[in-house]
């Protein structure tokens, strides 16, 4: 292990600087405004903010997606801006906070663990809230989500939707319809550790599981998250993969595979999974996020994708043997076009914007075409290094709105030293406007030292700053993914 710091945490770049464990819950209200909350930003923007509770007791590069499970609030109300933000209490949280240490060892490796973790879920629950039919859910891909109280942020169970969930494992990127409010999902390990079992997920708009089915991957991938169309589900495999000989061995739970295909599963969202078509892709790449997926007039289907040519993370390359430097991995919004009635599994690519993560689009556009996108990206004209922080060393600082239908994007850039973490859409009231993205960003001051802001922007004018910025009263470290849930949806809490 590297040198500890005086709360026992290494001197390493998933612990230092933006990265920094901060362990503390709170609650503050009336937080410092200034400019105009537009009347629409009513309702709570829900973060999920990994933070460790204890120092580990080994030496794991992927340690920054181990971190304990936060949820956030920063509610909106009558002018006024409170934030809260507590520990998730999964099983793995309560057994180390009762062990006052550490329990559990490598980036989902249980063979790792000690001794006295056995048996205990380790799902840190710590990516992304969901809101979905009055509930609030915090979910991880390794495990299944826990439910949550919107207004207290307290724990309330571990979610399987009455029971009726059989995968032991549930996505941290759902789909919902805006036509008919069905949420989409799926738990890829479904079947247990290293398998490649995936489950397929309806749950109707009342928050009803009413489908479940299993279906056998090409090889045991990593499948972050997926995308739907008004008539299908698309499930992409790239060449990440597990291995149970090596988690056994001690070893990382994902080695990247240069030299093996990708694939995209497409499927009719309300068929059988024997309908599963396989189309082949390119070798080698990956990809986190998705954007959207559409079908045209002809039937065709595109699948939008913050795409790459390996792993973004660097310490899955290293585990790989990959020596790839993170500004050479050719980042890329990318197209897929595929014909799901087609006779051949060929795949198209094209080139469709620049490098970057953390899409978001309208979510009335969800599997529908779509003209309106926004997405993180890196200055190219920056000089100096970028903000360091969250799982790939490096923070973004330019804002970008595309125009689908072929416009020129716009940006916001911001200075030196700052940096954004992932925004929300928040829809406008009135027709034609593109509504608003509410964002924390952060300002680095010196190598420990930063402050905190939550911005609202005019999603149709980014270029012009914020309307609105509320200062945070405590750092943070990095948010991972977030949930805007309206004053409306907040009145029908269950």
Not at 60 to 88: E, H, N, P, Q
Request: proline share 9%; aromatic share 10%; with cysteine.
């Amino acid at each position: 292990m590297p040198e500890a710091d005086a709360g026992g945490f290494p001197h390493t770049a998933n612990y230092r600087g933006l990265n920094t464990p901060q362990r503390a819950e709170y609650t503050v209200d009336d937080l410092a405004i200034s400019g105009t909350i537009p009347a629409d930003v009513a309702g709570t923007f829900f973060r999920a903010v990994p933070d460790p509770a204890y120092p580990p007791f080994l030496d794991d590069a992927g340690a920054i997606l181990s971190a304990d499970g936060m949820i956030s609030a920063i509610r909106f109300a009558g002018g006024k801006v409170s934030t809260a933000i507590r520990y998730v209490g999964t099983a793995r949280h309560r057994a180390e906070v009762a062990a006052g240490r550490a329990l559990f060892g490598k980036y989902r490796n249980p063979f790792t663990d000690r001794p006295e973790a056995a048996g205990i879920d380790r799902t840190v629950a710590n990516t992304t809230p969901v809101w979905h039919a009055g509930r609030l859910l915090m979910t991880k891909e390794d495990g299944r989500p826990f439910r949550i109280d919107p207004a207290t942020l307290d724990t309330l169970e571990p979610y399987d939707f009455g029971g009726a969930l059989r995968s032991q494992t549930f996505t941290a990127h759902v789909r919902i319809d805006p036509a008919t409010g069905e949420m989409f999902a799926f738990g890829y390990q479904a079947a247990g550790l290293a398998t490649p079992t995936v489950a397929y997920l309806t749950i109707d708009a009342a928050g009803t599981l009413v489908r479940e089915q299993w279906f056998e991957a090409p090889n045991c991938a990593m499948m972050h998250d997926f995308a739907i169309t008004e008539h299908y589900a698309l499930f992409p495999i790239y060449p990440t993969s597990a291995d149970l000989d090596r988690l056994r061995a001690g070893g990382d739970h994902w080695v990247h595979d240069q030299h093996r295909d990708s694939w995209l599963g497409v499927m009719p969202r309300h068929g059988d999974v024997a309908q599963i078509r396989w189309f082949r892709g390119p070798r080698g790449v990956s990809c986190y996020h998705m954007m959207n997926a559409f079908e045209d007039a002809a039937g065709l289907i595109h699948f939008d994708q913050c795409l790459s040519d390996s792993n973004a993370f660097p310490f899955i390359r290293q585990a790989s043997g990959i020596a790839i430097a993170q500004p050479d991995l050719n980042g890329r919004l990318a197209r897929w076009t595929i014909d799901p009635k087609g006779r051949d599994d060929a795949i198209h690519e094209t080139v469709i914007g620049p490098p970057g993560d953390f899409p978001v689009i309208p979510a009335d556009r969800q599997g529908r075409a779509y003209g309106r996108a926004w997405m993180l990206t890196m200055n190219p004209e920056r000089r100096g290094p970028p903000v360091p922080g969250g799982p790939v060393g490096a923070m973004f600082d330019v804002l970008l709105r595309l125009d689908m239908t072929g416009g020129p994007p716009h940006a916001l850039v911001l200075a030196a030293g700052s940096c954004f973490n992932e925004p929300v859409h928040v829809p406008a009231a009135a027709p034609g406007h593109a509504g608003w993205l509410v964002c924390v960003v952060d300002h680095q001051h010196g190598p420990d030292t930063f402050t905190h802001e939550c911005w609202i922007i005019d999603a149709d004018d980014i270029g012009a700053g914020p309307v609105a910025k509320v200062t945070m009263p405590h750092r943070l470290r990095p948010q991972v993914h977030g949930w805007w849930v309206s004053a409306d949806q907040l009145a029908k809490a269950v």
